[in-house]
């Protein structure tokens, strides 16, 4: 009978244990940003010698929460990073921290990369202007209603965009860094005027134009100002007359398009600004002269 009642107590612990684990893992933080403003998120920890642990930017679990922090509003700069919670830290010396223990967790703690912004994040946060969506970031859903929203900035490495700006009825400006479209879903874009401007990076308004849900916008063109036609790889790229010609790439296709992003002849070509891409080589710039 005691053996028993030992194994039960046993088991009671050990389920408690895992409970609390449990429960850390989806712990809600919340993080100033500084002018007033609050962001809250969880923390999803390595559960494997290939996983990472990284930080999910997500909601507060009531309109209370909110109320006793200021949603955001105006410029939107999400971080890229957040600080692991105080008790994952070396809080040595944080009492003495200028500032206080706080200041101490903001400057002094781990960081970890912001992947996720999670499902409604910033839903209905109707103040927010605009948003600048850092290149840690891989998945957005986060911005559902946010009616004052009107220009946006996408990272780089945005894979999946899944509900990210549904009824965003004023978002006009949309510019991806991306080089590959993110993946979207028909409420991606629910509400968003079809005559958005959409901003994209050299040499990929081809794909954006034929990809599901982005080819539903009229607006689609190219930023080519940081492209150059440095030769920092061994290839030389001149016009001849009313052609391209390249030197130095060792027989890899040869490609031009127009800053809309339209592909061209490689003859007769007009006097404008164009973009050659050979093989797997950076995007260059040329300007043809008559």
């Not at 109707?126 to 946006?152: E, Q, Y």
């Not at 629910?190 to 959409?198: E, R, S």
């Not at 849900?213 to 440095?230: H, K, L, P, Q």
Request: contains cysteine; charged residues 20%.
């Amino acid at each position: 009978m005691k053996n028993n009642m030992k194994k039960t107590l046993l088991f009671a612990s050990i389920f408690l244990l895992l409970a609390g684990f449990a429960q850390a893992q989806y712990d809600i933080y919340n993080y100033p940003l500084g002018n007033g403003d609050t962001i809250w998120y969880t923390i999803n920890y390595a559960q494997g010698s290939y996983d990472s642990t990284y930080a999910i930017i997500t909601t507060p679990y009531t309109d209370r929460t909110w109320r006793d922090h200021q949603k955001p509003s105006g410029q939107l700069i999400i971080p890229d990073s957040l600080p692991l919670p105080w008790w994952r830290c070396d809080t040595t010396g944080w009492e003495n921290y200028p500032g206080g223990f706080d200041q101490a967790w903001r400057d002094l703690a781990q960081r970890v990369p912001v992947i996720i912004l999670g499902m409604e994040a910033f839903g209905d946060c109707h103040n927010i202007v605009s948003v600048i969506i850092p290149n840690t970031v891989r998945k957005v859903w986060a911005f559902g209603g946010c009616t004052g929203l009107t220009s946006v900035e996408i990272g780089k490495f945005v894979e999946d965009m899944s509900y990210a700006f549904d009824g965003c009825t004023h978002l006009t400006t949309i510019r991806s860094r991306a080089e590959y479209p993110p993946i979207c879903d028909e409420h991606t874009f629910d509400g968003v005027p079809n005559y958005a401007d959409i901003i994209v990076p050299c040499g990929a308004a081809y794909r954006y134009q034929l990809s599901d849900y982005w080819n539903a916008f009229s607006r689609i063109t190219e930023d080519c100002s940081d492209i150059n036609d440095v030769e920092n790889d061994g290839i030389h790229v001149w016009v001849d007359g009313r052609q391209i010609k390249v030197e130095g790439a060792k027989g890899q296709p040869l490609f031009i398009f127009d800053i809309t992003g339209r592909q061209i002849a490689n003859n007769n070509i007009p006097t404008g600004a164009y973009l050659v891409k050979i093989g797997d080589y950076p995007v260059r710039k040329v300007v043809v002269i008559r």
